[in-house]
C-alpha cells in the first residue's frame, strides 16, 4: 500500500513564507505528474500546483508567481514554496498525484495559517 506524508506547515504572518514537503512511498510516484491541493472548511478541495514527471509547473491563478513547485524523483519528494502568502492561503495542503485514475490515498495533510 502507498502512502503520502506532508509535513512543513505551520502559522505564519501575512507575506511570510513556508516550505511544504511531501514524502511518498511505493513506485508510483516517479510514473505520474503530483499536485498539491488545499482544502478549507466548507469548500471543496482544489488543486493548486502541479509538476509533471520532467519537472514542468503549473499554476492556478491566484498562486501564481507566489508559489513554486518541485520533485526529486530519485527520493519520491515534493516540495511547495510558499511566498508572500495571504490569509486566503489558510487550508490544509495535501500531496497527491494529478492523475485522477492513479492517485495515493490521502494523508493527514498539513495545516498551513497565515495570519496576524
Known amino acids: 500500500q ?6 512543513g506547515g505551520g502559522l505564519v504572518q501575512p507575506g511570510g513564507s513556508l ?3 511531501c514524502a511518498a512511498s511505493g513506485s508510483m510516484f516517479s510514473s505520474y505528474s503530483m499536485g498539491w491541493y488545499r482544502q478549507v472548511p ?10 509533471t514527471v520532467g519537472d514542468e509547473p503549473g499554476y492556478i491563478d491566484s498562486v501564481k508567481g507566489r508559489f513554486t ?10 516540495y511547495l514554496q510558499m ?7 489558510t487550508a490544509v495542503y495535501y500531496c497527491n498525484t494529478a492523475n485522477i485514475y492513479h492517485m495515493y ?3 493527514q495533510g498539513t495545516q498551513v495559517t497565515v495570519s496576524s
Open 83 to 89: 511566498n508572500s502568502l495571504k490569509p486566503e492561503d
Open 19 to 21: 516550505r511544504l514537503s
Open 2 to 7: 502507498v502512502q503520502v506524508v506532508e509535513s
Open 105 to 107: 490515498s490521502w494523508g
Open 42 to 51: 466548507g469548500k471543496l478541495r482544489e488543486l493548486v500546483a502541479t509538476v
Open 69 to 78: 513547485i518541485s520533485r526529486n524523483n530519485a527520493e519520491n519528494t515534493m
